[in-house]
């Protein structure tokens, strides 16, 4: 039985804390800072870290990484093409990996940056993704080194993953993610109704993840691109006749930039 809760960090990260209650043993995802770690272990007594996993080389996601790892001999786990602190494993797309019993599929998701991944657990009653800072809710990272047709594909390969995974990202941004939404689909009544439910929920001070691949399908703009009225407004956008799809996702997300 694994537990997640979110630890917050920073302004907006979260970092994921995967948790076997039975064998108290945990790891966490991308720490940027290991204080929030170290407190929720000093709070939990008898309790193990026994992995780190990364999902990119951000210091906002790596910052804690070293001092975790010399404090409890975790074994880091991370993109083989990233220059990530301490790391043990070095991972690439289609790698399989065991943490707390539950197997994980790496899929490479370059885009935010070239290196990225995010790590699947394929279960028929619970599957689960980590994705950092490539799928958000409803929204995308930004593109520092990738380009857009590498971001529309890596999107492209988790929206096809089961409606029911559960989508850990690593930041709250959903709000202000789905203020653009509605920019880009007024029309959408899913995302309207997204957008009010995720208001209440911050005014309550609660936090609006993990999400779902099915919500991100039917709410998220950037994945999203192939529909009529998506590729109409990005039309309007660019004042050009888009054909791809990853055309249209470049134009969306050269207007998010600017939103
Ligand atoms: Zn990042
Ligand atoms: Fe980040």
Same mark, same amino acid.
């Given at each position: 039985m694994i537990q997640i809760d979110a630890l917050p960090a920073f302004s907006d990260n979260y970092l994921w804390l995967l948790q076997d209650v039975n064998r108290r043993e945990c790891a966490v995802v991308d720490p940027g800072d290991a204080a929030p770690v170290e407190q929720w272990l000093q709070a939990h007594p008898g309790w193990k870290l026994t992995d780190i996993l990364v999902t990119h080389h951000h210091a906002d996601h790596v910052g804690g990484v070293a001092r975790l790892k010399s404090e409890t001999g975790a074994r880091v786990l991370g993109p083989s093409s990233e220059k990530i602190p301490a %790391? /043990? +494993? @070095? =991972?690439?797309? *289609?790698?399989? +990996?065991e943490v707390l019993g539950l197997g994980f599929e790496v899929i490479h998701v370059p885009g935010h940056t070239l *290196?990225?991944? @995010?790590?699947?657990?394929?279960? @028929?009653?619970?599957p689960l993704l980590f994705c950092g800072d490539t799928l958000f809710a409803a929204g995308c *990272? %930004? =593109?520092f080194e *990738?380009?857009? !047709?590498?971001?529309? /594909?890596? =999107?492209?390969? =988790? !929206? !096809?993953l089961p409606d029911p995974t559960q989508v850990y990202c690593a930041h709250e941004y959903t709000l202000s993610n789905l203020r653009f939404a509605c920019a880009v689909e007024p029309e959408n009544p899913d995302? %309207?109704? %997204?957008?009010?439910?995720v208001t209440r929920w911050r005014e309550q001070g609660k936090i609006s993840l993990p999400s779902s691949i099915g919500l991100e399908r039917a709410t998220n703009p950037f994945l999203r691109v192939s529909e009529i009225s998506v590729k109409k407004i990005a039309d309007e956008r660019?004042?050009?006749?888009?054909r791809a799809p990853e055309e249209v996702f470049a134009t969306i997300r050269r207007w998010k930039d600017q939103f």
């Open positions: %790391r /043990d +494993v @070095a =991972l690439n797309d *289609g790698d399989h +990996v *290196g990225h991944i @995010a790590y699947f657990h394929a279960d @028929a009653n619970q *990272g %930004r =593109l *990738g380009t857009p !047709a590498q971001m529309y /594909d890596s =999107l492209s390969r =988790l !929206a !096809a995302v %309207r109704a %997204r957008f009010e439910e660019s004042g050009q006749e888009t």
